[in-house]
């Protein structure tokens, strides 16, 4: 036996702290503590955007079975993305999204704007009772601000349970509001990007032409509706259904598309424009199987929306325990999604200007793949460390649009990889 | 000793996982025949179940509270492994009587419809009520009734 | 105690049950307390809800697609 100090444990010091301000007494409060899950995560993209999220989350149980549950979320942004212009065999040069200065992209490189360095904050706090026998409602809201976004959300949704509770259907319902205040403002759509030189005294003038607003908002309904059922002692099922309509400013106020001569030689770039209105439904579905140790969680969603976006996402893991508690969980996740119908990798200058155009790849043909791994351990006291690594690749694909001229000599499609790690320790 | 040990727990080991009932499986009516006379609160348990870990002071509570009136607080657990159920009165003690029905038997016979179950029965046998679930605004009516019936 | 055997027959329903409704789903399921591996942290459904958010961050920012899942159903049972 060890003969070791015991050191202070964070959670019954705070347990008592809160237990203090309640009036309690001791043995009663023990029962209720806070359960905390912290983590540190950073994405890297190879050449590209990096992100750094810590979460600080916890949940408390009260004595009714009523759960609190609160969630700091705080996230920095670094690095460049695709700004929707093509590559070119001859260097380009394009103004910040803010006008305050251009920037240069070399020969047959894809042009990526590293004005992104944006730090956000996000706040989440739900609360969970039962009501009545076998309901069980939850509320919760949302609150997200960063430089230029602001986004606030309200949640609610019921939950009931039949046959021993091995069935359970639940209904549920948000709605949430977002403001883009982008530095430099909303542009005007599908209007030529102004590439001047910023020092010139006429420059902000012609900038300012391009510009309709100073911010835009949009406003989101989501409705969802599940059923759990049990299946046997290692089994449960999950199908979902999601309904979800957006409605206000959808565009990426920083994007363009390259708007090409004959020979597929750059002449202009054109802000954007997406639609303002945008309606999804998705049909989930999960089974977890607890197999002699190990157990499988597996799931499928399909997504199909009115921009003429289907999607697939195909997702396994299989936590594999150890005799010593440690466990370790491999990943895979396979998603395959269609172009929207206004996306187009450029568009030809004597082409009919749409009404509506993007060239994000992101809207585009992609098919994407991330294989990962975890590792846990827990660490006595009901504390728990765990590390995951994953590797994300993304392969943006052909829509069928015919590359022209100088386009041919150019990656229109390029591939992305990233890393992403993260540490979680839960006390 | 040694030897009836082992041939003890290959006994106990061999009739938990018998797939068919069989005769030394909890039945309702010898359990109650056992305490006949006394107020009995029967409760079901299994080390996964939170409530029941919660259940268990207020239990040792009542048990000690009415010892001198005819009351009983049975307590039956329902772990298919009865290692966990032992890891569990480790950190969680009992001062009342634990039975063990890790083949269900009895739970099936008294149709439980949830995860805690308790009955209180009167002193002549009879089940006066079921209940499903441990809170404490529960608690508080279940010793409401235990009061009623001594 | 080995009553799982007897549902075997009807796992392949599963999908279509719970579709259809909790009247036809009466059948499948457990007795209350046969939840043990239902009751375990690891067979929630969203059992690491930290990891489900970011990785939601991740491909909500990089994808066109977001959300889908829920809650509700599962684990221990217990009122």
């Known amino acids: ?427 | 000793m040694k030897t009836i040990a082992i041939v003890m727990t290959a006994l106990i080991l061999f009739i938990t996982h018998a797939q068919a009932k069989d005769s030394t499986s909890l039945q309702y009516k010898d359990v109650i025949k056992q305490y006949k006379g006394d107020v009995i609160y029967l409760d079901f348990w299994a080390s996964w179940c939170t409530p029941c870990r919660k259940s268990f002071p207020w239990m040792n509570k009542i048990q000690q509270k009415y010892a001198d009136k005819n009351f009983k607080v049975i307590s039956v657990n329902l772990d298919a492994e009865p290692n966990l159920a032992k890891q569990f009165l480790a950190s969680t003690p009992a001062n009342f009587t634990i039975l063990y029905d890790p083949d269900g038997s009895l739970a099936e016979e008294l149709q439980l419809k949830g995860m805690p179950s308790s009955f209180i029965i009167n002193a002549e046998g009879k089940i006066v009520s079921a209940h499903v679930g441990f809170t404490d605004k529960k608690k508080v009516n279940y010793e409401q009734e235990i009061e009623q019936l001594l | ?79």
Not at chain 1, 217 to 243: A, E, H, P, W
Not at chain 1, 317 to 343: D, V
Not at chain 3, 39 to 48: N, V
């Open chain 3, 1 to 79: 105690m080995l009553i799982v055997n007897r549902y075997k027959v009807l796992v392949a329903l599963s999908l279509v049950c719970s579709v259809v409704g909790m009247s036809g789903c009466s059948s499948l399921g457990v007795e209350p307390w046969e939840r043990d591996l239902l009751a375990k942290k690891e067979m929630a459904l969203t059992s690491a809800p930290i990891d489900a958010s970011l990785d939601d961050h991740i491909y909500f920012s990089k994808e066109a697609t977001s959300g889908g899942r829920s809650f509700g159903g599962g684990g221990c049972g217990c009122n």
């Open chain 1, 1 to 427: 036996m060890q003969l070791k100090a015991k050191k202070p444990n964070l959670k019954v010091m705070l347990t008592t702290a809160s237990c203090a301000l309640l009036g309690t007494t001791a043995t009663v409060c023990a029962e209720e503590t806070w359960q905390f899950d912290t983590a540190i995560m950073h994405y890297a993209e190879a050449d590209r955007v990096s992100a750094t999220e810590a979460i600080i989350a916890g949940t408390k149980t009260f004595k009714n079975d009523e759960i609190l549950s609160l969630k700091l979320t705080i996230d920095a942004l670094t690095g460049a993305s695709p700004n929707g212009a093509t590559a070119q065999p001859t260097p380009q040069t394009f103004t910040r999204p803010s006008g305050n200065g251009q920037y240069n992209v070399k020969a047959g490189d894809t042009p990526l704007d590293d004005t992104f360095h944006d730090t956000r904050v996000q706040l989440t706090g739900q609360w969970t009772q039962p009501l009545l026998k076998d309901y069980t409602v939850s509320v919760g809201g949302n609150f997200s601000k960063e430089y230029d976004y602001m986004s606030a959300s309200l949640n609610g949704n019921v939950a009931r349970d039949f046959n021993k509770k091995n069935t359970t259907l639940s209904a549920g319902m948000a709605y949430a509001y977002d403001v883009i205040e982008p530095e430099g403002g909303i542009p005007k759509p599908l209007s030529e990007m102004d590439v001047g030189d910023s020092n010139d005294p006429n420059f902000n003038d012609d900038f300012n032409k391009t510009r309709i607003a100073s911010d835009e908002s949009k406003s989101t309904i989501d409705l969802l509706f599940g059923v759990t059922q049990v299946i046997n002692r290692q089994m449960i099922v999950q199908l979902n259904y999601s309904y979800s309509t957006v409605s206000g400013y959808m565009t990426d106020p920083f994007k363009i598309i390259s708007s090409v001569n004959k020979n597929g030689e750059s002449q202009a770039y054109l802000y954007e424009n997406r639609p303002d209105e945008r309606t999804k439904h998705a049909f989930f579905g999960q089974t977890k199987y607890h197999f002699d140790s190990g157990i499988l969680d597996a799931s499928y969603r399909y997504m199909t929306d009115d921009w003429q976006i289907d999607s697939h996402t195909f997702d396994f893991r299989y936590l594999i325990p150890f005799t010593n508690g440690h466990f370790i969980e491999p990943h895979f996740r396979l998603y395959t999604q269609s172009a929207a119908e206004f996306y187009q990798p450029f568009i030809a200058q004597d082409e009919a200007k749409p009404n509506f155009v993007s060239a994000d790849y992101r809207i585009g043909e992609l098919d994407t793949y991330t294989v990962g791994l975890k590792y846990g351990m827990p660490l006595g006291d009901g504390n728990n460390l765990s590390f995951r690594l994953e590797y994300y690749h993304q392969t943006p694909k052909d829509n069928g649009t015919q590359a022209i001229g100088v386009l041919k000599e150019v990656e229109l499609y390029e591939q992305v990889d990233a890393i992403i790690v993260q540490v979680t320790y839960s006390f």
